[in-house]
């Protein structure tokens, strides 16, 4: 595999766990770091390694000439940010929401579909090892040939407080959209990765915190085209009695005609054939860096598919589709019925 050499704009929150699953990943070279703030980036710079840090997006890509580019940034910065890579025939990975709106996200797969530019979204959640584990069982068909159901629970506990996400994301108080765009985007791309392609939702949405904007619980009710239904039942407003709900961010149940596989808060996956004792399936994760090493990777299939060109899992043209379906659950509650997806 040959070395690659790449640069990343942006170093709020999650950037940290971009940075070190780069500083990890073999043949990969990060020449530089750019973030508004100049300081910060220096301050990235020196953390981990890293050679140079701007302030200057525009100065920088044409300065290292990078390989690729890593948009650790909010939305509303990635379209511009994409046309200045595509501009430099720089491939791109971004991180999700990626972009306001659907009509800015196809704005960008347009750009790079009439480019040589390669792009990928940083989705993350279908790259944790326990779904990857999952869809193993899935494909031998260790619960039958199909999924009846997908459940899904997620209560995060950390939007109840008045000062609600101002330790970590203080952003996410101002956002019109919040639990579905900024969360349950994962979770549409999990269900799809699983299960299928959804073809209709019907959602209701609440705002539990006064404090806040955007909706933090979410009743979602999903129809697959393959006859499968799944149900997502999230809060980030009520609390969970595990120890760390931030590593799976939920938990699943998978029904299929031979039985059930369920995955718990803390990781553990099990089987339950029909007429049968649920039995603990053994796989490997280690819990670092974020969610079980998913940034790690989500960055390595990355580098991967740039070095073997293949298609990435997340293209920017397949994920349109988890958009879709992200607009249509938000027209589905303020319509409230249910929505067909185009």
């Given at each position: 595999m040959?070395?690659?050499t790449?640069?990343?704009?942006?170093?709020?929150?999650?950037?940290?766990?971009?940075?070190?699953?780069?500083?990890?990943?073999?043949?990969v070279?990060?020449?530089?770091?750019?973030?508004?703030?100049?300081?910060?980036?220096?301050?990235?710079?020196?953390?981990?390694?890293?050679?140079?840090?701007?302030?200057?997006?525009?100065?920088?890509?044409?300065?290292?000439?990078?390989?690729?580019?890593?948009?650790?940034?909010p939305?509303?910065?990635?379209?511009?940010?994409?046309?200045?890579?595509?501009?430099?025939?720089?491939?791109?990975?971004?991180?999700?929401?990626?972009a306001?709106?659907?009509?800015?996200?196809?704005?960008?797969?347009?750009?790079?579909?009439?480019?040589?530019?390669r792009?990928?979204?940083?989705?993350?959640?279908?790259?944790?090892?326990?779904y990857?584990?999952?869809?193993?069982?899935?494909?031998?068909?260790?619960?039958?040939?199909?999924?009846?159901?997908?459940?899904?629970?997620?209560?995060?506990?950390d939007?109840?407080?008045d000062?609600?996400?101002?330790?970590?994301?203080p952003?996410?108080?101002?956002?019109?959209?919040?639990l579905?765009?900024?969360?349950?985007i994962?979770?549409?791309?999990v269900?799809?990765?699983?299960g299928?392609?959804?073809?209709?939702?019907?959602?209701k949405?609440?705002?539990?915190?006064?404090?806040?904007?955007?909706?933090?619980?979410?009743?979602?009710n999903?129809?697959?085209?393959?006859?499968?239904?799944g149900?997502?039942?999230a809060?980030?407003?009520?609390?969970?009695?595990a120890?760390?709900?931030?590593?799976?961010?939920?938990?699943?149940?998978?029904?299929?005609?031979?039985?059930?596989?369920?995955?718990?808060?803390?990781?553990?996956?099990?089987?339950?054939p029909?007429?049968?004792?649920?039995?603990?399936?053994?796989?490997?994760?280690?819990?670092?860096?974020?969610?079980?090493?998913?940034?790690?990777?989500?960055?390595?299939?990355?580098?991967?598919?740039?070095?073997?060109?293949k298609p990435?899992?997340?293209?920017?043209?397949k994920?349109?589709?988890?958009?879709?379906?992200?607009?249509?659950?938000?027209?589905?509650?303020d319509?409230?019925?249910?929505?067909?997806i185009a």
């Amino acid at each position: 595999m040959k070395k690659l050499t790449g640069v990343c704009i942006g170093a709020g929150y999650f950037s940290q766990f971009h940075f070190d699953a780069w500083q990890r990943i073999e043949n990969v070279e990060i020449a530089a770091i750019c973030d508004h703030q100049l300081a910060k980036a220096q301050t990235v710079c020196d953390t981990y390694g890293f050679k140079k840090a701007y302030d200057d997006v525009v100065t920088m890509l044409e300065t290292e000439k990078p390989d690729f580019v890593d948009i650790i940034t909010p939305p509303e910065t990635h379209l511009e940010l994409c046309k200045l890579a595509i501009a430099n025939g720089i491939d791109i990975i971004c991180q999700k929401p990626l972009a306001p709106t659907y009509g800015e996200s196809v704005q960008i797969a347009e750009m790079i579909k009439s480019s040589g530019v390669r792009m990928m979204v940083h989705e993350n959640f279908r790259f944790m090892p326990w779904y990857r584990e999952i869809k193993k069982l899935l494909e031998q068909n260790t619960i039958g040939d199909k999924i009846q159901t997908i459940q899904l629970r997620m209560r995060m506990g950390d939007g109840w407080q008045d000062d609600a996400y101002m330790n970590r994301q203080p952003y996410f108080r101002k956002m019109d959209r919040l639990l579905i765009y900024e969360t349950g985007i994962h979770f549409i791309d999990v269900f799809s990765f699983l299960g299928g392609n959804i073809k209709s939702v019907y959602a209701k949405l609440r705002t539990l915190n006064p404090n806040i904007k955007g909706e933090d619980f979410a009743w979602v009710n999903f129809d697959f085209e393959n006859g499968t239904l799944g149900f997502l039942d999230a809060s980030r407003y009520n609390e969970n009695t595990a120890e760390d709900p931030r590593l799976t961010f939920g938990s699943v149940l998978i029904d299929g005609p031979k039985g059930s596989i369920r995955l718990y808060d803390d990781g553990t996956i099990t089987v339950q054939p029909l007429g049968k004792k649920e039995t603990k399936h053994t796989y490997h994760f280690e819990n670092k860096n974020f969610s079980g090493d998913c940034v790690f990777a989500t960055q390595s299939h990355f580098i991967e598919r740039l070095c073997d060109n293949k298609p990435f899992e997340t293209e920017v043209s397949k994920y349109l589709k988890n958009i879709e379906v992200q607009d249509a659950i938000y027209r589905s509650n303020d319509e409230k019925s249910p929505v067909n997806i185009a």
